[in-house]
């Protein structure tokens, strides 16, 4: 039987589109070369352009965490002092590579779903002066929150800190301007709001973040920065270890096509899909978790309905209709499912969503007016033009 392929509305990986899978399935350029070099380049340039900075980029053949593991590995040295801003899961995973590192680690653990507050990071860098540097997520993807970090990160640098920024679900997603915002790390991946498949993680090294690196001791080989450095440096660009090619490939097609939409068109694509989710989700009744709904541009949180588990709603959504929605983390198991709208995603692709969410929820025995989501999605989109 027929089968389409499955749609994903997951936070990650995000669809592929088609002009990224045709260059990712173009044949391999040798990685020591010419050829590469470019690639490499393009995708360097391209990350520059999206996160406004002139920081080094450091591109890594992993997946985000190795990204955050990078930089933790090359700016910490055992016994530091670092502190993480905690608003979900993906802030427990740095408190724990921190903590692996042998750094001692100190936290804001907030409830899940709130976001980070400046006052209370100053609160904290000011009780304890020997705190060197700041962890934090951009976009938590576990709970939809997006933190409004530049408040964040001017106190930390007011304070000569160092602040590292996960924006791996951010980055092509929500605006983010590096240099004057003074983020010294900053750490993206190329399955999210670019669209390529997963394999590639990179970090933006700002200048107080290299004068770290060349003091830290933590031990490091394949993540090591300086590796990457003196590579990029070569007469034509490399990567110091065989890179995953081909995703780079995909990743410079991507930043082809979304320079050419330019940055602000994206950005603001991601807000009015992220508002029409939301209409649709709060027509049905259901309420949305976090307490700024409004920021969360990059995946929805939507709580269960009464007497329906997340596992219900995302399973049958997967086999009856072969859309992927991703259910809650940690915590929020069992409470929430998530819905994700970064990358490539356009309004027909949420009208779909809600088509099908309300022929699952009604055979699930939910109670709610038929169509009610579409048309407030539709509206969503109506207004704006599109
Ligand atoms: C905010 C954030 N940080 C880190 C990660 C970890 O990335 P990966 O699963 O690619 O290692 C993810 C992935 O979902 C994420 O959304």
Redesign the pocket.
Known sequence: MFKRPEILMT??PTPVPHFVLAAQAEPLVYHRGPGYGALLDEVVEGAQWLLQTTADIIVYTS???GG?EGAVANVTSSGDKALVVSVGF?GERFKTMLTNFGCDVTSIDYEWGNTAKAEDVIAALDKDPEIKFVFC?H???STGVVNDVEPIARAVRERDKLFIL?A??SIGAVDINMDEWGIDVCIG?S?KALGAT?GIAFCAVGPRAWEAHAVSTAPRFYFDWTAYKEALERPDSESPWTPAISVLAGMAAALRVARKEGREAILARHVLLARAVKAGAQALGLPLMGEDPERAVVVTAVKNPPGLTDTQIVGALRKDYGIVVAPGQGPMKGKVFRIGHLGWFMPVDVLQFFGALELVLDKLGYDFKPGSSVAAAEEVFREAGQ
């Open positions: 936070p990650g997946s985000g965490s955050m993906f997520q976009s938590e993807t996960d791996i679900s991946g399955q997963p």
